[in-house]
């Protein structure tokens, strides 16, 4: 009920490339879906976050997806850049209890120049 | 967000000895923070949350006696592991969830090296 399943494992994609991540969660009572960027060395940095009240918010070149019915939320990165390059995570929460982060398994993007 | 100081950057210690890491919010009075470890190539695990002025909270298979969280004050949390082992080796970081609608930030992590 508390996991958050996310693939692929990694993924490269050329300069001006929009790769997706995606992620799938099992506890309906998620209320709250970040998506972290972290770098070799550093803390998880918020990149942006939705709830499922909208199913699409973008944010700069990033976007996340979210797909209520099926328990789905993804990211896209548009315009891919090298210095995207880096790990992310999905996460999820129910914010309204105040309860801690589930995550998931984490996804190494690679942009090439 | 709230910003979420972490200190030491990284740390060397020899087996059987202690470390403490600290966790300060700089901007924010921070009730609860939440302490994660993350192995390389692996996801954020949560170890514990800490509550200030009260005893933390610890996830399952996490050892209370060897991990001590301290959360003395609303910007400070603290983590000690105590008498390391070279399997204790891994990246810790704190995080504080600055109230409703604001998400969690995370400090900038520790890297323990227990040789």
């Known amino acids: 009920q508390q996991q958050v399943k996310q693939s692929p494992q990694s993924l490269i994609v050329q300069k001006g490339g929009i790769p997706i991540i995606n992620c799938a969660y099992e506890?309906?009572?998620?209320?709250?879906f970040p998506w972290y960027q972290q770098f070799p060395g550093k803390g998880p940095a918020l990149l942006i976050a939705?709830?499922?009240?909208?199913s699409e918010k973008k944010e700069g070149r990033f976007t996340i997806s979210f797909n209520k019915s099926a328990k789905q939320f993804s990211l896209h990165i548009m315009d891919s850049q090298p210095g995207d390059s880096a790990t992310y995570f999905c996460?999820?929460?129910?914010?309204?209890?105040?309860?801690?982060?589930?995550f998931g398994e984490g996804t190494q993007l690679t942009v090439n120049p | 967000g709230a910003v979420v100081s972490q200190h030491p950057s990284w740390v060397i210690c020899k087996s059987g000895t202690s470390v403490k890491i600290e966790c300060r919010s700089l901007d924010f009075q921070a009730t609860t923070m939440f302490w994660y470890r993350q192995f390389p190539k692996q996801s954020l695990m949560l170890m514990a949350t800490s509550n200030e002025g009260s005893k933390a909270t610890y996830e399952q298979g996490v050892e209370k006696d060897k991990f001590l969280i301290n959360h003395a004050s609303l910007t400070l949390s603290t983590l000690t592991v105590t008498s390391a082992h070279p399997e204790d080796s891994s990246f810790y970081i704190c995080s504080l969830r600055r109230g409703f609608g604001n998400g969690y930030t995370f400090g900038s992590g520790t890297r323990l090296t227990v040789v």
């Open positions: 506890n309906t009572a998620f209320d709250y």
């Open positions: 996460a999820a929460s129910k914010e309204t209890s105040g309860s801690r982060l589930t």
């Open positions: 939705i709830r499922p009240d909208v």
